[in-house]
């Protein structure tokens, strides 16, 4: 069974940087994708990152390319996503999922989901 954590969300201003952190364990295979998503009260959910383990390849929501970077250890099995230049649009609570089956993308289906975590910008 597929198991993720997230961690490192918090309050920060406008302008700010946080890191979030999703452990992963459980996948069947050396190949998925981790992806970040968040959803912010009356708001859809809304992709946010993706990358695969295998070739490190990655996807950015246009909201977020050029402010956020997603990376994966793979010997800790952990994917972070860097967030700077916070802006009050990205509160939101922010969760990793896994795909164990290609193709990767946002657009893709995952099946594992973690607990999420808060993530708020103050103005």
């Known amino acids: 069974e597929v198991q993720l954590v997230e961690s490192g969300g918090g309050l920060v201003q406008v302008g700010g940087s946080l890191r979030l952190s999703c452990a992963a364990s459980?996948?069947?295979?050396?190949?998925?994708?981790i992806g970040w998503f968040r959803q912010a009260p009356g708001k859809e959910r809304e992709g946010v990152s993706c990358i695969s383990s295998g070739d490190g390849t990655t996807y950015y929501a246009d909201s977020v390319e050029g402010r956020f970077t997603i990376s994966i250890d793979n010997a800790k099995n952990t994917v972070y996503l860097q967030m700077n230049s916070l802006k009050p649009d990205d509160t939101a609570v922010y969760y990793c999922?896994?795909?164990?089956?290609?193709?990767?993308?946002?657009?893709?289906?995952?099946?594992?989901w973690g607990q999420g975590t808060q993530v708020t910008v103050s103005s």
């Open positions: 459980g996948f069947i295979f050396d190949d998925y994708a």
């Open positions: 999922a896994g795909d164990q089956y290609p193709p990767y993308g946002l657009g893709e289906y995952f099946d594992s």
